[in-house]
């Protein structure tokens, strides 16, 4: 049922305030006088101690997943002190890469059923690493075949684009950083910042989405464009790689996320005055680099859409012209939850506006259960 929305996408995107609400449900404590600010994940509750012993944290999935699993690498790497590598299902299947007894693998899947982690699951299962699932789906294949796990709860997702399992994966795997990383003195300033950040994030998420009418407005400008690209670093490459995916995927346009820290090493040859490229220039510790970013990008002409912490239009545009896109700011680890919102938006307006089908895209199917 698609209440009052046209297309399911554009339903999920707005209902993430309440799906956010509902991933953090139970789990998320903020106590009385003496009871510190803590987390509680019911899967995980009986491993954290092995979790905690592994020599290193493997990420595996595909697409969708694997960004939110990138988005959430920065702060599981920070609080736990673990190392923390990635793997695209496939590729990981593909070069039979190394798993070990002492890894913790974490297979992100919203469907629970897709082929390529499935199987990446069964290798990592047989080379004997700890397996956790994070889904969406209850009694889904990668949710039973676990060693233990946790729901995302964000709600049955219909559009084939991936949405508000994005931002649930993003949340709970910051949850399980917060769980992993446990209290020590140390950290309990930041701990307790990120908790607070959580509590606050399903209304800050009702904040940026106020900025529909806007990015429907960048999308009129874009709608004849052949090519967008979007660049990102540090907790926000993977909203860059996301983005890209969601514009690619519904409005069949062609966009590539890029680290921003490998602008010079090729990509900068593509900039002229005409190709569009977003730049996420929020605040945190990229901030200053992703200033020079911008400088060098409006050397070359670039036609540059800036992604800004509020209040900060001035400092990201020193001198440039181009547009900019206002977003609220939250802790920095949660910040990939908000940027994404309004590239979910363009997107969305982008593959209206084009006439393409923004549920079923073309040739795409929401679960890929086949290699
Ligand atoms: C569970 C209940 C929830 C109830 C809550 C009350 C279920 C599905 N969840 O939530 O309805 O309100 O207790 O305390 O009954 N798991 C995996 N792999 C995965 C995902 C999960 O093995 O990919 C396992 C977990 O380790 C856990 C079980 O499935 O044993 C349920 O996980 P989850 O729903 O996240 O647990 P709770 O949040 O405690
Ligand atoms: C993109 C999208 C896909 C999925 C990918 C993995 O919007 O939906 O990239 O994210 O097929 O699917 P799950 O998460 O079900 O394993």
Same mark, same amino acid.
């Given at each position: 049922?698609?209440?009052?929305?046209?297309?399911?996408?554009?339903?999920?995107?707005?209902?993430?305030?309440?799906?956010?609400?509902?991933?953090?449900?139970?789990?998320?404590?903020?106590?009385?006088?003496?009871?510190?600010?803590?987390?509680?994940?019911?899967?995980?509750?009986?491993?954290?101690?092995?979790?905690?012993?592994?020599?290193?944290?493997?990420?595996?999935?595909?697409?969708?997943?694997?960004?939110?699993?990138?988005?959430?690498?920065?702060?599981?790497?920070?609080?736990?002190?673990?190392?923390?590598?990635?793997?695209?299902?496939?590729?990981?299947?593909?070069?039979?890469?190394?798993?070990?007894?002492?890894?913790?693998?974490? *297979?992100?899947?919203?469907?629970?059923?897709?082929?390529?982690?499935?199987?990446?699951?069964?290798?990592?299962?047989?080379?004997?690493?700890?397996?956790?699932?994070?889904?969406?789906?209850?009694?889904?294949?990668?949710?039973?075949?676990?060693?233990?796990?946790?729901?995302?709860?964000?709600?049955?997702?219909?559009?084939?684009?991936?949405?508000?399992?994005?931002?649930?994966?993003?949340?709970?795997?910051?949850?399980?950083?917060?769980?992993?990383?446990?209290?020590?003195?140390?950290?309990?300033?930041?701990?307790?910042?990120?908790?607070?950040?959580? *509590?606050?994030?399903?209304?800050?998420?009702?904040?940026?989405?106020?900025?529909?009418?806007?990015?429907?407005?960048?999308?009129?400008?874009?709608?004849?464009?052949?090519?967008?690209?979007?660049?990102?670093?540090?907790?926000?490459?993977?909203?860059?790689?996301?983005?890209?995916?969601?514009?690619?995927?519904?409005?069949?346009?062609?966009?590539?996320?890029?680290?921003?820290?490998?602008?010079?090493?090729?990509?900068?040859?593509?900039?002229?005055?005409?190709?569009?490229?977003?730049?996420?220039?929020?605040?945190?510790?990229? *901030?200053?680099?992703?200033?020079?970013?911008?400088?060098?990008?409006?050397?070359?002409?670039?036609?540059?859409?800036?992604?800004?912490?509020?209040?900060?239009?001035?400092?990201?545009?020193?001198?440039?012209?181009?547009?900019?896109?206002?977003?609220?700011?939250?802790?920095?680890?949660?910040?990939?939850?908000?940027?994404?919102?309004?590239?979910?938006?363009?997107?969305?307006?982008?593959?209206?506006?084009?006439? *393409?089908?923004?549920?079923?895209?073309?040739?795409?199917?929401?679960?890929?259960?086949?290699?």
């Amino acid at each position: 049922n698609k209440g009052k929305y046209e297309h399911y996408m554009q339903k999920e995107i707005h209902e993430q305030p309440e799906s956010l609400k509902t991933t953090m449900r139970g789990r998320l404590i903020r106590g009385g006088s003496s009871k510190a600010k803590t987390v509680l994940l019911g899967g995980l509750k009986d491993h954290l101690k092995t979790i905690r012993r592994s020599r290193r944290i493997v990420f595996i999935g595909c697409g969708t997943s694997y960004n939110a699993a990138l988005a959430a690498r920065p702060i599981l790497e920070e609080l736990s002190g673990i190392p923390v590598t990635m793997e695209i299902a496939s590729d990981l299947l593909d070069r039979q890469g190394p798993i070990y007894r002492e890894d913790t693998a974490v *297979f992100v899947s919203q469907s629970g059923e897709t082929a390529d982690t499935l199987l990446a699951l069964e290798y990592a299962l047989e080379n004997g690493a700890l397996c956790v699932g994070i889904t969406n789906t209850v009694g889904s294949a990668i949710a039973r075949h676990t060693h233990c796990g946790v729901h995302i709860n964000a709600g049955c997702e219909i559009g084939v684009a991936s949405t508000k399992a994005y931002t649930s994966q993003i949340v709970v795997m910051a949850m399980l950083a917060l769980a992993i990383g446990g209290d020590t003195l140390s950290n309990q300033a930041r701990r307790e910042a990120i908790i607070d950040g959580l *509590f606050d994030l399903p209304n800050t998420v009702r904040e940026a989405l106020k900025l529909d009418q806007e990015m429907k407005d960048l999308a009129k400008l874009l709608i004849a464009e052949q090519s967008l690209l979007v660049f990102g670093r540090g907790y926000n490459y993977a909203t860059a790689l996301e983005g890209a995916l969601k514009v690619k995927e519904v409005a069949l346009m062609h966009s590539e996320g890029i680290l921003a820290g490998e602008m010079k090493h090729g990509p900068l040859a593509l900039v002229d005055e005409n190709l569009p490229i977003v730049v996420i220039a929020t605040r945190d510790a990229c *901030f200053s680099k992703q200033q020079s970013v911008i400088q060098q990008l409006h050397a070359r002409k670039g036609r540059l859409i800036v992604m800004c912490s509020k209040g900060d239009a001035a400092a990201v545009c020193a001198g440039g012209s181009g547009r900019v896109i206002e977003v609220p700011q939250v802790e920095d680890c949660l910040q990939p939850v908000i940027n994404i919102i309004p590239l979910q938006l363009l997107a969305y307006h982008l593959t209206v506006l084009r006439g *393409f089908n923004v549920d079923q895209p073309r040739n795409l199917a929401k679960s890929v259960t086949t290699q």
